[in-house]
């Protein structure tokens, strides 16, 4: 008998033999605790600490119930739930660093640079690509600023090809993505974090270029 089955075993007893018995089969019980509370962490993000201390009161209670041999059949169910909770928020509600990227992302021209980390996609006259930001620079007088987290870059085909591997220098307004609100819609913004890009940028005609190449392929 697996060892969730003393969690169990009161409900088992209360409902008799006929039903099936979840000592065998948790998962029936425990799933979709955890799917209802992925879905929480979607819709109510930013709650982290209270479902860490909640989290922790409750493996408190469950390891004396255990310790006493009692069952426990709600405490079980809300770990489950606060873990799928807290699944989503390194996404959803992620802590970062004061030199993150997003941090910038106020719609200002910025020059940057980094490198480009995947092969750039075609989007009619336009290139898509993913770059992780190595240092922003406001104007040609200040001093660098290293800078760390990636970007989606977009830019015009007549600016020429990058590939992956590329350290790039580019100027251009670094804005949050965003998506459009509206009821039932598609939450973009909420889709490219789950890809960790929270920034996008548009580089500005004849600014792009290629500072050191990547290495040819071998």
């Known amino acids: ?47 982290r600490r209270l479902g860490l201390a909640l989290s922790s009161l409750a493996l408190l209670w469950l390891a004396v119930r255990l310790y ?30 004061a030199a993150y990227v997003a ?34 620079q406001k104007s040609a007088t200040e001093v660098a600023r290293p800078v760390q987290g990636d970007l989606r870059l977009t830019w015009a085909a007549e600016q020429g090809r990058l590939r992956r591997g590329d350290r790039i220098r580019f100027r251009g307004r670094l ?14 913004a909420r889709y490219m974090a789950f890809k960790g890009l929270m920034v996008s940028a548009y580089a500005r005609r004849q600014t792009l270029e290629v500072v050191s190449p990547a290495a040819p392929p071998t």
């Open 175 to 188: 804005r949050r993505m965003r998506s459009f609100h509206n009821p039932g819609g598609f939450d973009y």
């Open 68 to 97: 006493r041999r009692r069952a426990a059949i709600i405490v079980p169910l809300l770990l489950w739930f606060l873990l799928g909770y807290l699944m989503l928020q390194p996404w959803l509600d992620p802590r970062l660093p």
């Open 1 to 47: 008998m697996p060892a969730s089955a003393p969690l169990f075993s009161a409900w088992y007893a209360r409902r008799g033999s006929d039903s099936v018995d979840p000592c065998h089969r948790p998962l029936l019980a425990l799933v979709p605790a955890l799917a209802l509370g992925m879905a929480s962490g979607a819709a109510w993000p930013g709650y």
């Open 103 to 136: 941090a910038y992302a106020d719609g200002q021209v910025w020059k940057v640079e980094g490198r480009v980390v995947e092969k750039p996609r075609s989007q009619g006259n336009r290139y898509r690509v993913r770059v992780a930001v190595k240092a922003l």
